[in-house]
């Protein structure tokens, strides 16, 4: 049984930073790809920044890049996304995925390709 349980949200400030983390229960393979997603209140879920974890390549969406890092240690069975420079449209609840295996290309930050998620983190940014 797979499990995702997403830390590390909280309020910051505009130019801030916050480092979430999501630990992986009951792997779902010898590799797995992991992502981070977000949704805002009246939003669509949108996916922010993708680890393959087959060969750790990583993909961000623009609107983070230069300011967010994800990463994923080898082995470990956990994900990170630093976000700094925070913005107050970052403003969202924050949910990791997972897939087995590597990521489909094109489709790095689509929700659809992912089969496990987790609850949730909050970040406010005001």
């Known amino acids: 049984h797979v499990q995702l349980v997403e830390s590390g949200g909280g309020s910051v400030q505009p130019g801030g930073s916050l480092a979430l983390s999501c630990a992986v229960s009951?792997?779902?393979?010898?590799?797995?790809?992991m992502a981070w997603f977000r949704q805002a209140a009246g939003q669509e879920r949108e996916g922010v920044a993708a680890v393959d974890g087959t060969n750790g390549g990583t993909f961000y969406t623009e609107s983070v890049k230069g300011r967010f890092t994800i990463s994923q240690a080898y082995g470990k069975t956990t994900v990170s996304l630093q976000m700094n420079d925070l913005k107050p449209e970052d403003a969202a609840t924050y949910y990791c995925?997972?897939?087995?295996?590597?990521?489909?290309?094109?489709?790095?930050?689509?929700?659809?390709?992912?089969?496990?998620w987790g609850q949730g983190t909050q970040v406010t940014v005001s």
């Open positions: 009951g792997r779902p393979g010898l590799r797995y790809s």
């Open positions: 995925a997972t897939k087995s295996g590597s990521l489909w290309r094109n489709y790095e930050l689509s929700s659809s390709i992912y089969n496990y």
